[in-house]
């Protein structure tokens, strides 16, 4: 797979689906400004990044129907609905794909508000990264904030290495994931320009 990443993939144009985007950025908005009453900061911080890079594609363009497709912009707000980590493996797992979700929403952010390309072997690369990396990040703010401003954290080792082992394997099902949905659509982008026989590498 060594073509880049189409927009058309992931952006929308229509007005049923900004409609649904924007009240999902609006829930999004009140959910930072809750978390951030209640500080819990680690919360606020992916609210505030998700909205974001959601309207982002509308600012660049200028047009409030350029949006991100809605159900990818509701699946990386779970983690805001379902609360802390730590809840369970599962919710650990649901979590996890949620931000791998919003990952690929960063690459369709980076691809419409710049000169960044990306191949889809890296977005998935990118995407699996993000999705480990984030949920370091959340373990060492949510350490630190449960230090500083004493709120709630897991109480063990073993509860943390649970969450470490849920992000590693949504990362992983993430990454494959889209990577068929990539596969897919460059197959067809091929069949439809008269290419037969090609398979993606």
């Known amino acids: 797979m ?28 009140i959910v930072a400004i809750s978390a951030f009453l209640e500080l819990l900061f680690t919360r606020m911080a992916l609210a505030v990044v998700a909205a974001f890079v959601a309207v982002t594609p509308a600012l660049v363009e200028r047009t409030w129907t350029r949006t991100v497709p809605w159900p990818l912009l509701l699946i990386s707000a779970i983690p805001l609905s379902i609360g802390a980590l730590g809840v369970s493996f599962f919710v650990d797992v ?41 949920a370091g990040l959340w373990a060492i703010l949510a350490a630190g904030s449960a230090y500083y401003f004493d709120t709630a954290f897991i109480e063990t080792n073993d509860e943390l290495m649970m969450i470490f082992n849920a992000a590693a394997l949504a990362a992983f099902v993430a990454g494959g994931v889209f990577r068929l949905y990539f596969q897919r659509q460059l197959k067809a982008n091929l069949d439809h320009a008269g290419v037969e026989g090609v398979s993606a590498r």
């Open 2 to 29: 060594s073509q880049q990443l189409p927009e058309e993939w992931f952006l929308r144009d229509t007005r049923i689906n900004a409609a649904i985007a924007w009240v999902i950025v609006g829930a999004l908005v």
């Open 94 to 134: 649901v979590a996890g794909l949620s931000i791998a979700a919003l990952g690929m929403l960063v690459v369709v952010a980076f691809q419409s508000t710049g000169s960044v390309r990306m191949t889809p072997n890296f977005a998935v690369f990118f995407v699996v990264f993000a999705t480990l990396a984030t």
